[in-house]
């Protein structure tokens, strides 16, 4: 089997999983409030200079020891994946919202969730980009839900109305397999429930990894 | 004139846009730096504890005084837009690559980049989403630059092959005008300038919009 790209077996005990979440996913999250926090503050020049400089020397500490590149994805021994370095639902990415994504077996998922002034486009409304974001992997985890996962081949959306910042949802189905296609609409909405932007999304198996799941339902820890 | 979200006029004097890029830019830098490290470091329980604590603390220090809500865009009273905020340009945003994006008054635009762990989907890949929010953004300015700025109203992205983390480039230019749409098309490109991702935009300028701006090109500050 040809793997393009590295996925590695980490096991970890229940005492080192509860770490990872606390201490590891915990530091994301303060540096996710930090994040934001440099968007909006109006302290003086000279306090903005002095956490400038402490951030580095926090730096320099979590540098003293680390891997390699980047996070990849962790696979335990029975199965699971673990993907906590990933862009839109990444325990330890502080890019991460983290989206906490809802799955069920015939391939639907959803997430509630909400979106602060890191994720601004136009004034008070959510980036265009970033709701693209956030649909391409809901859309990319309803199609692994339902047992067929594979890479975005093609994503299409159409903005109906603004989103406002605030507390926003999204929805993912399939809803048709071609070959080794899978076909995923889906919709994100905002706090009132309406629909702001809907889509969808083809997406392929490759070859190595179809031979890998023999079209299980893929368990995320 | 009935705008639907707040623009701010704010003009800095040459010397409080340089404290703006080098402090407050400054500020986020170093926090994009400390977000990558979250996700790589091996550092022992304890050391991630402490910098977490850390951590909330210089949060609590930034959100001494504090503007509320989001950045929004900024306007100079000679007509130019700071958008600081923004996810994917803005200075003062650490989930912002942030794109340093150049444009041409024909209607092009273009920016090189690097996207480290923080962009990361499959293993060693920028995450699809990844791609989307950076071609939404470059789609835009095209369209802007060519004096007919707009919101994403449509947007699909055709991906190709894979997009390794590192050195990346994307560039966008207006294909068409439609009435008030304005039909962008661009491409990512990996570090060996092989077209990865490529696509189409569809711009639509609001009203309220359309009579302020008067087809003229929208200058960055």
């Known amino acids: 089997m040809n793997r393009p790209f590295h996925y590695e077996t980490v096991d970890l005990s229940p005492e080192e999983l509860r770490t990872e979440h606390e201490v590891f996913g915990g ?70 919202v983290p989206l906490q994504i809802q799955r069920s077996d015939e391939g639907r998922a959803w997430a509630d969730f909400e979106l602060n002034a890191l994720y601004e486009g136009p004034p008070t409304m959510v980036h265009g980009g970033v709701v693209a974001l956030i649909l391409d992997q809901v859309f990319g985890e309803a199609a692994a839900a339902g047992g067929t996962p594979g890479m975005t081949g093609t994503l299409t959306l159409r903005y109906r109305k603004n989103t406002p910042l605030g507390r926003c949802s999204a929805e993912a189905w399939i809803d048709r397999h071609e070959g080794v296609k899978t076909y995923v609409h889906g919709v994100l909405r905002d706090a009132e429930g309406t629909e702001t932007v809907e889509g969808e999304g083809i997406f392929i198996l490759p070859r190595w990894a179809r031979e890998a799941s023999e079209g299980k339902p893929v368990r995320f820890e």
């Open 27 to 96: 530091l994301a999250q303060e540096v996710r409030e930090l994040a934001e926090a440099c968007i909006r503050t109006t302290v003086p020049t000279e306090v903005a200079t002095e956490v400038r400089d402490e951030v580095a020397r926090l730096t320099a500490r979590l540098r003293e020891s680390m891997i390699p590149g980047s996070f990849g994805v962790n696979l335990t021994s029975d199965g699971a994946v673990r993907g906590h370095g990933n862009a839109v639902v990444g325990l330890r990415n502080p890019l991460a």
